[in-house]
């Protein structure tokens, strides 16, 4: 095994490295920004001013500049939505805003907001100004008054108020206005969720069937189901019922999009309806589009007349920047080289997030160009436990002791990865996550790399030649070559895994609908909420769920906690409670995991107000608090 591990290492390494290597100054070209915004309302904008009374984390940055661009790209477009119904490629819907987003004044070294996930206590409020539990399966939230829709047809500047929330959640939960299903892409979120009512012009409550700690975060941490449309826009499409908007707008700058494919579920609008017309969005937001190039840029100009304010700066209106871009680059190299030559500011946002070999190769030729880790959502392979031979947990170890995670780290990671083996959540989210140090020996021993001990568990498994198995792969040269390295472990033990490398919509397609034969390629360690991450080994489903190989075969202990954790009020055990259910995956071998990798967000030293966040969605609040010295 140690020369062919040597042998497929090196081969692995060599290909990382040819793709590393290719960067260029490859260019994109995008069309002149068409903005509806004032020049006025932008050339009048004052100066800000910073009033520092005491040292603070972010007084690193310097005076915030007003005016210029932001650029940052996106590597592929899952699909262009313009409607919270569909939602698909909706992390570009820059133009609507949140009821609650992640405090942006917390200290870095408490909560670096690495990661998609963020306690209760790092929230507070936007849209909402502030919230509080009416009682215990009650949530009345107190909206910012003075909030305009943005000032264009059809809602034309009138003010916020609490029948637009009402409307935006009836229509998702099919609660009321004409609506009466449930949108399917939020099944699995908000299950608890009863029923959202405008209470008074500015009040809102949630009702909750039963009190459960994560209650908050079934609103907050969901940002299509916390951001809200205008009830005139939506009704734009038509009645209750119509036909959905199709697959990502065509059409050049300056006009509207023309066809479209696909049928997301009923609700929304077809594709000819001024639902997927680009130049007819419209939100509460910083930022307003005001050009779209199909496939290839997305550019956003700033509300003048956004009610925020820079929380860091409280006397400073946003956004800082006149314009936002947004450029369609595919190629990672071409990617990196768009940031080495100026034309993007940042990648990241784990949606361009750079691996560990580009990130070190960044730091060799470009030392200036900052980094940021973001831990969580390495690999593992998952198992269709209802299906022989992994029925048996003595399979689903063997497998697991078959890998050799601290060469792994090594050479694979080239020292990046943590060696230690990972349950469903990340070890950052300490409490959360059943972390090794906390292990038995005996689990311990399960994991460690032991081919010997393997092949004797596969023999007493009743499999003494090892078997034949599959594992599908999304087609990506980085996901192909740790397949690769898996399948020359497991034939060490007599295991024969054949690879299929599929393209993602297939490979989508074959999880979410249970069809996996074998095992699947899946996410570990993930660093969403510990509310998402519950669904992934939950044998009912659920709209988070990311793995479906245990409907047929549930695990009674998982479910039960499961179903614990979303009726616990209390926060503290919950969080135990979430621990026990990571125990227990870990304990039956669901996944093999690899190490915990890395990502890293990278950005130029001229992109101001930036730590290397990780956030991916609310990225137009965010984006709205950086400034640029370029």
Known sequence: MKSRFIWATLCILVLLSLVAASCSNTTTSTSSATTTTS???????PQPTTSITSANWWDKFGEPQYGGTINFCYGMLMGTSFDLYTYFGGELDLWYEALFTPRWTADRQEWPMTTSYYPDKYWTGNLAESWEMTDATTITAHLRQGVKWQNKAPVNGRELVASDVEAHYDRLMGTGGGYTALDPLYAGNIGNLVKVTAADKYTVTFKFKKASAQNFQTIADNFALNEIDAPEWVALGGPPGSAPAGGPPAGGSGA???????????????????????????????????????????????????WGTDPRFPQNKIPYADTLK????????????????????VLGFGMTSIGWQQAKELNKTNPEILQQGIPGNTACVAFMVNVEPFTDI???QALNMAIDREAMAKGYYGGTANSDPVGIITPAFKGYAYTYDEWSQ??????????????????????????????????????????????AYFADIGVNMDIRSI??????ATRRTGKVEQMSYEPCAVNSSPAKASDIYYSKGGGNAVFYGLDKSPDAVYDALHDELFSTADATAAMQ?????????????????????????????TLKGYSGEGVMWGQGLLFSRLWTTK
Do not use: C
């Open 394 to 396: 003595r399979v689903r």
């Open 503 to 508: 393209d993602m919509a297939t490979y989508e």
């Open 326 to 345: 947004m450029k369609v680059i595919p190629d990672a190299s071409t990617q990196l080289a768009a940031l080495r030559t100026g034309q993007i500011d």
């Open 577 to 605: 409670i979430f621990q026990k259910m990571d125990k227990q995956v870990l304990e039956q071998h669901f996944q093999v995991p690899a190490p915990e990798a890395y990502t890293f967000n990278v950005w130029l030293p």
């Open 39 to 45: 020049s006025a309302a932008i050339t009048t904008q």
């Open 442 to 487: 005996s689990l311990k021993d399960q994991y460690a790399y032991n081919p010997t001990a393997a092949k004797q568990l596969l023999a007493d498994a009743g499999y003494p030649n090892g078997f034949e198995t599959s594992v599908i792969v999304q087609s990506n040269p980085t996901s192909t070559a740790l397949m690769e390295l898996y399948k």
């Open 256 to 306: 509207p999009p023309a066809g479209g494919s696909g049928a997301p579920p009923a609700g929304g609008a077809n594709s000819t309806s001024p639902l997927a017309d680009w130049t007819k969005v419209v939100g509460t937001g910083p930022w307003m589009l005001t050009d779209l190039v199909s496939g290839s840029s997305f550019t956003f100009s700033k509300n003048p007349d956004y």
